[in-house]
DNA sequence: TCTTACGTTTACGTTAACGTAAAGAGGAAT
DNA sequence: ATTCCTCTTTACGTTAACGTAAACGTAAGA
């Protein structure tokens, strides 16, 4: 099947530990199904882990990956929530926003580092053979 | 002096607490002077705790942010650490560049999020109206 | 002179996000 | 039958990045 993944299927997917996995479900990040003991991750539960990584390395909290993921699931919400949900959607694209601004500035002083390395490098080969 | 800045100067203007300062500079990202025993931070100082802080909220380790504020000051590198420092760079040019479209990737997701918040808001408004 | 505000050091406490180890169950292959 | 592999739960351990509190020094202001 198709949507069906054990939990070593996903950590060797993702590059990361079962444990990692049992902890984000303990966390209830995660809600696979069971056969027997054993869990069993469908498509949903696959998206989920990947948003979750993907707030990890933008350096977002696990609270922070809940809250995210309730933006990607809004079907089941009434009004209230919507409403609410929207505000959190625009406040989490404001903070991206500014983290691709601060990305940006720092790309271009590393451009500008890397020139001076470069430059200076350079200046040291010409030493070396005029010395 | 403009140079010369208090710990809680600096406390106040990026709003933390004077301990995260100390502790920044108890793991050696911070040198500041010293006068009697209070701390005098510069300008140097002021640029690396911005990095540190720049760092943080893109999810970077203390230990990262460490490496970045190398790669603002090159002056003091020999041609071996130049190249490394290079390699340092590239390395983290990449990441950004990843974190960008990563970015990018949320925030697509989510203004599909936010229209179908917004569809569903407005069906549920015509739903009064009607019903 | 006493309080208030700021600074210091030392040191134990806390939280998130797992790591790691122990002890065991279930199924497949030799 | 036993070895191997994957799975489970339970539970203690660890690291980063500070928080918090105690105990103290110093200088300005009422």
Partial sequence: MNDQFSISDLAREFSITTRTIRFYEEKGLLTPQRQGSSRIF???DRIRLKLILRGKCLGFSLEESRDII??????????????????KIYEKQQLLE?????????LKDLKNTEQICMDTLSLQSDEAKTG
Wanted: charged letters at 30%; glycine letters at 4%; proline letters at 3%.
């Fill in 42 to 44: 469908n498509m949903t």
């Fill in 70 to 87: 309730g933006m990607y699931e809004p079907e089941t919400a009434n009004t209230r929530q919507l409403e609410v949900l929207l505000d």
């Fill in 98 to 106: 500014q983290q691709k601004k601060e990305i940006n500035k720092m």
